[in-house]
Structures are given as C-alpha cells and as structure tokens.
C-alpha cells in the first residue's frame, strides 16, 4: 500500500515538474497597450522618484504587467519585443520582481512571474531605506551565456548594456504614465541579491529600480 502511495505521488510530482509550473507563477493580465499620455509629454516630464520622498503605494498586477512589457515585452503580436536583443532565445538580460511576495524571474514568451522564492528578502538587497519599504523592486541581471555567438561582439558587456539602459528608459516612461516612479540604481546589496535570486556563474546583477504608486 505504501508504496502505492508513494508511486501515485511520484507520478503526481513528475507530470508538476514536466509542465515546468509551479502553483506560485503568476500569469500577468494583458499589458496595456494603447492610451495614456504622448510620448513627447512623458519625455518631457521624466524623472527619477526622490531618494526623500519617494512613494510607497502598491504597484498592482495590472501596472507591473504593464511596465515589464515596456521593459522587454512581445509586441507586434508576437513578431518582436519592445526591447530586442536575443532573436527569440532566452534574453541575456533578464528582469526579476522582488515583492513582499516573494522573488519573481519575468518570462517575456509567457508574460508571466515564475516564482524563485516564496521569501520577503526586500530589506536584504539594499541598505536604502526607501528601497526596502518600497512594493516592488526590479533587478536587471546579466546573462552572459545567452549571448551565444553574440559573444564575440560583446566588447566589454556592450550588448548587455546597451540592452539594459533601453530597458530602463521605457521603464521610466510606461511607469510615470501609470503614475508610478522609480530610480534607476546601481547601488545594491549584490552578494545578497545573487543568494536571493539564486543566481549562478554566468549571471550578474547590474542595476535595480524601484517602484511606487504616487
Ligand atoms: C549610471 C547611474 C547610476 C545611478 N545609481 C544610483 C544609485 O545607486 N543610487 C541613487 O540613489 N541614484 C542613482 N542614480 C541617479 C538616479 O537614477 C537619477 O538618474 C539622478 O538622480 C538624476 O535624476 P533624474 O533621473 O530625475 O534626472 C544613478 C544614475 C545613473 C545614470
């Protein structure tokens, strides 16, 4: 009978991991894609949130969908990305989530969350206080292995760079339109940040982004 049990469960286990699902993954509702303010008012009005008083309001799933989309989302139904750079493999830089919730990984095919970890490590990851209290802080991550032969052109990480600084820019205009700022940063607490996003040898934390609702 027991191990019955324990076939049933191994099997149910085994179909969980084959899916490659976990119960935590957060499918993100639609990214807005029409409407809000012109690009010329938003270019117009960009600024980073204040290190003083920068706000603390939740961020809701609706608006963080949103603003990764802006970040390295699918557009032109499924023919491109807003930010590309790795022809379809995996990208090379790679946005997580980190939230009271726990630590996300986006996934730009799914334009969904996968879950790292269930844990709150908000106040791990930066000695800011603004930072620690803030909703939802992306962290940019260099993924030196997916550049494949793109590697041979990667002076210095410029491909990963010059990735990320477009990734960030629409970061600023999507979440100021929404009514949400953020900082670009590169201070952090990287060794934290690599333990608590469980990052391995190829991958590098370079900057992270606060967010709050005004
Ligand atoms: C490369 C770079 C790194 C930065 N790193 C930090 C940082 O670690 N901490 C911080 O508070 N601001 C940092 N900033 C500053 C803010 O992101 C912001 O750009 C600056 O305060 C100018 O404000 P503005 O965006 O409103 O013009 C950095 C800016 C740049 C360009």
């Keep these: 009978m027991l191990r019955r049990v324990i076939l049933f ?9 084959a899916a490659g699902a976990s119960w935590a993954d957060i499918k993100l509702p639609e990214p807005k894609r029409a409407g809000g303010e012109g690009i010329f008012v ?19 799933d ?10 390295t989302g699918r557009n032109r139904d499924g023919g491109g990305w807003t930010v590309p750079m790795a022809g379809g493999r995996p990208p090379y830089v790679k946005i997580y989530a980190v939230r009271p919730d726990g ?28 930072v620690r209290e803030s909703p939802c802080v992306l962290i940019f991550v260099t993924d030196a292995k997916n550049l494949g032969s793109m590697s041979r052109a990667n002076g210095n990480n410029a491909l990963m760079y010059t990735a990320s600084g477009a990734m960030s820019q629409n970061v600023y205009l999507a979440a100021d339109s929404l009514g949400i700022s953020t900082r670009y940063m590169i201070s952090m607490n990287a060794g934290e940040v690599t333990r608590e996003l469980r990052l391995e040898g190829d991958e590098t934390p370079i900057c992270i982004m606060p967010l709050g609702k005004r």
């Design 103 to 130: 630590v996300f990984l986006y996934d730009w095919d799914e334009h969904s969350l996968v879950e790292i970890s269930s844990k709150n490590v908000l106040s791990d990851i930066s000695g800011d206080g603004f």
């Design 62 to 71: 609706e608006e963080l969908s949103a603003i990764l989309w802006a970040a």
């Design 42 to 60: 938003l270019l117009e009005r960009r600024a980073s949130g204040t290190r003083g008083a920068f706000p603390r309001n939740a961020v809701a």
């Design 9 to 17: 469960l191994s099997v149910i286990i085994g179909c969980f991991t």
